[in-house]
Structure formats: structure tokens, C-alpha cells
């Protein structure tokens, strides 16, 4: 009985971070939807505002740890819907450049926003405390599932490499994260402090 | 500040939980390879384990919360590997019933102990203590996703078929999830007592 209630309860939380992020999905699917975008198309924009455009699909691949085929797919059907253009190398023709359209700039940020509030919503009934527990806890489980498929891997590389993100993201966020651009800022048109949000 | 600050910690956290589920799916992924399945089709066979075969692909379906479509491609893959069979209805020909092969039915147990193992092993970092504190704290992002998709749901019904479906694992554990078949056990050929894991 002792093995059916351990593995029990294995299955429980296996399946909860399953479910979780699978109505996360969910959820990010149906906000950039609204945007015209697939969250994949949304995931390749944000790599191209993160790395900068022009950008090669393998260097997409790499930052979304996605194979080069699959973004390759998702970058055709995002021509064909005009948010990014295929460019080739000057020198090297060989090399195949990713560029961003101002249709694809436009739709970033406000998708950047829409995905954060809410986000934000759902993340309310969480206390700060609670927070920085669950985001440990999958920590802890997220570096024993790295241990476990890498055997004899450096954890404190990785944890070191994880907190330079935490840092780009920071850098990210206050590119794209706020309502208004740094410009509308510094001349004095950000609404934010007057505009109380109600939700 | 304090508004990047926020969407910084919502980030750190959406990707905490983007991060282990693929890490997790990678992890299964390399585990039911081992025993000649996809997650996916492991996921076929569970549902058809624990719904009983013959079954049709909309019970499949909506057991797993996949699409039709998406399950019956799956099957077609399945049914070239050997794993199941088609089979209409004798009363009613539109009707199409998938069955378990042997192959089918004898991957089941194995790679459903191979996974349990390492979900164990995985999880083995974390105190019970901690375990119900992530399954809680996941719990109420769940919940509060639900509400976001769904305004109005019931969450006292959505809670309450849960508690059902965790009896239900319960169950499956029973007869799935344990070395010996239960024959074996009642002639007295469980050895799991006497063979300690090392691992």
C-alpha cells in the first residue's frame, strides 16, 4: 500500500504541473490570437526583439531551444502573413537572414502587454511569499530533471547561466513590458502613474 | 520600477513553469522511447488501460482533453506499429473501435514502471512536506487559469471531479503501476519485499 500511496502522489503532482501548463497554453494561445499570432509566432518575435533583427533561424532555434526545422516552419507561415521577411546574406548567399516587419514590431508589444496583465491576473491570489516558493520548488525540480538527463552536469554553470536571463529579461521587460516606448517617456507622455488600473 | 519589477517576478515564474513541464516532456519522451512509444501513443495506451478496450477515438479524445483529429493520427501511427488495431462495429459499421494488441498491452506495464521510477527519482529532492506545498501552490494557478478561461465556472465542480479522477489513479496505480501482475502477487510471487531498490 505504502508503494501505491508514494507513486499516487507522484502521478498527483506530475500531472498538476502537466495541467497547469497545458491551461497556460491555453491561455497564451487565446491572448495572441487577438494579435494575430500563434504563441509560437509570438515566441520567434520575441527572440528577434531579444537578439536583435536581422537574425539567422538557427539562432532563433538555439535561444527558444527549438529545432531549426520547427522554427523554420513557423518563420514560413510568418511571411506569409507579413510579419517577417526571409533576406539573404550580401556577402555570403548562402547565409538566410529572419527580418522583422513593422506589421511584426507593431504586434509585439501590445501582445507583450495583453500576455503580462494577464498573467498578472492569474498570479493574484498568490502571496510575494508564495511566489518565491513555487518558483523554488520547480527549481528544485527543474535542476533534478536536468541532472537526471544530463548525468554529471555542471548545476552551478547552469544555475549561473539562468540568473544572467533573469537579468536580459529584466533588460527585455523594460523594452517591451511597459505601455508606453521609452521616447513617450523621457518627453513626458507616460500616463501610467495618473491611469489607476482597476483590474 | 516597481512595474517592472512586477512582470519581472510574473516572468521568472511563467517561465519556471514553461521550463520544467518541457523539461519533463523531454524526460518521458527519452523514457517511453526505451519501450518503442511516443509519450503520446504511452498516453493512447493509458487511456485505453484505464477506459477499457474496445474504445472509440472521441472517448480517447476526450479522456486525454486532445482533439479527435489529433488522437486519430496518433492511432493510425499506432496501428503501423503494431500497438493496436481498428475494428468496426458489427451492429453499427460507422462506428470504429480501437483494440489493444499483446504488443500494445505488454509495453504498458514496463514503461509505466520506468516512469514512475523516474518521476521518483526526480521528485526524491523534495520533502512530503514540499510536495503538498507545490501541488497546492500549482493547485490555485490552475484554478485560477480555469476561472480566467471559463468566467462563471463552477470551481466547486471542477475541484470535485478531481478529487474523482485522483481515486481513479488510485485504481489504475493498482493494477498498472506495481511490478507484479496481481495474479502474481495473490500465488505469491510478489518479490517486491524482498528486493530492495538501491536506487
Redesign the interface.
Known amino acids: 500500500m505504502k508503494?501505491?500511496f508514494?507513486?499516487?502522489?507522484?502521478?498527483?503532482?506530475?500531472?498538476?504541473?502537466?495541467?497547469?501548463?497545458?491551461?497556460?497554453k491555453?491561455?497564451e494561445d487565446?491572448i495572441f490570437e487577438e494579435y494575430g499570432l500563434t504563441t509560437e509566432q509570438y515566441g520567434v518575435l520575441v527572440a528577434m526583439g531579444y537578439l536583435g533583427s536581422p537574425i539567422r533561424i538557427t539562432d532563433i532555434a538555439r535561444w527558444l531551444?527549438r529545432s531549426t526545422n520547427s522554427i523554420s516552419m513557423i518563420v514560413d507561415r510568418m511571411v506569409k502573413a507579413g510579419l517577417v521577411t526571409r533576406k539573404r546574406d550580401r556577402s555570403d548567399r548562402r547565409v538566410v537572414y529572419v527580418v522583422s516587419t513593422s506589421k511584426g514590431k507593431n504586434a509585439l508589444r501590445p501582445a507583450t502587454l495583453a500576455s503580462?496583465e494577464?498573467?498578472?491576473?492569474?498570479?493574484?491570489?498568490?502571496s510575494?511569499e508564495?511566489?518565491s516558493?513555487?518558483?523554488s520548488?520547480?527549481?528544485?525540480?527543474?535542476y533534478?530533471?536536468?541532472r537526471?538527463?544530463n548525468p554529471g552536469v555542471d548545476i552551478k554553470e547552469a544555475k549561473r547561466k539562468e540568473l544572467e536571463q533573469?537579468a536580459n529579461?529584466?533588460q527585455w521587460?523594460?523594452e517591451y513590458?511597459?505601455p508606453s516606448t521609452p521616447q513617450a517617456k523621457r518627453q513626458g507622455g507616460d500616463k501610467?502613474k495618473t491611469k489607476k488600473k482597476t483590474e
Open positions: 508503494r501505491i508514494e507513486a499516487e502522489s507522484t502521478v498527483r503532482l506530475w500531472r498538476q504541473v502537466y495541467q497547469t501548463y497545458t491551461l497556460l491555453t491561455c487565446q531551444e503580462l494577464a498573467i498578472r491576473k492569474i498570479l493574484s491570489p498568490l510575494n508564495e511566489r516558493t513555487l518558483l520548488l520547480l527549481g528544485t525540480v527543474k533534478e530533471i536536468i537526471y538527463l533573469a529579461v529584466k521587460l523594460s513590458g511597459l501610467r
